[in-house]
């Protein structure tokens, strides 16, 4: 069975102050990671898909990183607009027609001024 | 351009109402997901259509619930009998294509659903 565990369930930064989110995976075979924002009261915007282990990529404050075993998100030098949950999932390689995306729990960022 | 809409925003139903959610994907994508989002979790799949054809509805929790989408735009999700254990945001999402190709999933706001 897929599973995504997301560490920690909650950050609180300080503006400016640099930091990681964890997003550990098991699946059969990965087709593609996910990371996406959700803000309070609001669906899921998409930020990055990853493929293949060591892929990188970056916008705007934030890097995702891509092993076999795990993706991290990194926040550079946080503003408060960061504040939201931040979500990982996982699509894997299926002989069948699924195509759902399997969640973590998400990781709360708040960011103080 | 248009994203991913949804309707109602917000609906309270009493134990035992149907009730029916409804999402207007972007137009041309073929590729069409159910997800609920419980307080605090990240969303859980319900179900999958291509087009108009639903090829994957393991994730629907009862017998309760139903989906469609006809003409393979628009989606209704209903909910029959409503119970608490219900209540949860009901989010719509779409992508382009169905191949394994450009596999980013698009969100709506979603429904927030409360049943009492």
């Known amino acids: 069975e897929d599973q995504v565990t997301q560490s920690p369930e909650a950050l609180r930064l300080q503006e400016g102050e640099s930091s990681s989110l964890n997003c550990s995976y098991t699946?059969?075979?990965?087709?593609?990671l996910f990371w996406y924002r959700q803000d309070p009261g609001k669906g899921p915007e998409f930020l990055f898909t990853?493929?293949?282990a060591g892929e990188e990529k970056e916008k705007e404050r934030l890097k995702a990183t891509l092993t076999k075993k795990e993706s991290f998100l990194h926040i550079t030098a946080p503003k408060p607009e960061d504040s939201a949950t931040y979500l990982c999932?996982?699509?894997?390689?299926?002989?069948?027609?699924?195509?759902?995306?399997?969640f973590g729990s998400g990781t709360q960022l708040t960011v103080l001024p | 351009g248009a994203g991913v809409s949804q309707s109602p925003r917000y609906k309270v139903a009493k134990r035992g109402q149907d009730v029916a959610l409804r999402c207007d994907p972007i137009s041309g994508h073929v590729s069409l997901f159910w997800y609920q989002q419980a307080l605090g979790q990240g969303p859980e799949f319900l179900t999958y259509f291509q087009n108009e054809a639903q090829l994957d509805k393991s994730g629907l929790p009862s017998d309760r619930f139903f989906a469609e989408r006809p003409e393979g735009s628009v989606s209704t999700l209903k909910i029959q009998r409503t119970q608490q254990e219900d209540s949860a945001v009901y989010l719509c999402?779409?992508?382009?294509?169905?191949?394994?190709?450009?596999?980013?999933?698009?969100f709506g706001p979603g429904t927030r659903l409360t049943v009492l």
């Open positions: 999932a996982v699509l894997p390689f299926s002989s069948g027609s699924a195509r759902q995306l399997t």
């Open positions: 699946v059969s075979g990965l087709r593609g």
């Open positions: 990853l493929y293949s």
């Open positions: 999402a779409s992508s382009l294509f169905s191949d394994g190709s450009y596999n980013e999933q698009f």
